[in-house]
């Protein structure tokens, strides 16, 4: 005997309502600078998550939510690469990842 699951919008949104508050409760909490990189890619994953799941149930033939994800996609690619390169020159000055220790960036 198998049983079928029925997987609907409300369960995709649910799902990225979860990873979006993991995210931003990461960033609200953490003090490392890594653990706010990734923190903010579960933030941007959630939203791509959202995107998809709109467009498949939404307007099936329109690929508008596609294309918003895929750009979602390379976006949260380009702020990686960024925040590595950001935090490889801040642990050479300061030989800290943590975000406290950074008083010397204040404006």
């Known amino acids: 005997m198998s049983v079928v699951f029925n997987i609907g919008l409300y369960h995709y949104l ?3 309502l979860v990873i979006f508050c ?3 409760w990461g960033i609200v909490v953490c003090k490392n600078i890594i ?3 990734v923190c903010a890619e579960f933030i941007l994953n959630a939203a791509g998550i959202n995107f998809v799941a ?3 149930y939404v307007d099936v033939e329109n ?3 596609l294309v918003f994800s895929l750009f979602i996609t390379i976006f949260a690619i380009a702020e990686l690469v960024l925040g590595v390169l950001l935090l490889i020159s801040i642990y050479k000055y300061k030989r ?3 975000v406290e220790k950074l008083t ?3 404006g």
Do not use: R, T
Request: proline share 0%.
């Open 14 to 16: 649910i799902l990225a």
């Open 22 to 24: 993991i995210g931003l």
């Open 35 to 37: 653990k706010l990189l």
């Open 54 to 56: 709109f467009a498949s």
């Open 63 to 65: 690929l508008s939510g």
């Open 96 to 98: 800290s990842a943590d």
């Open 104 to 106: 010397d960036m204040k």
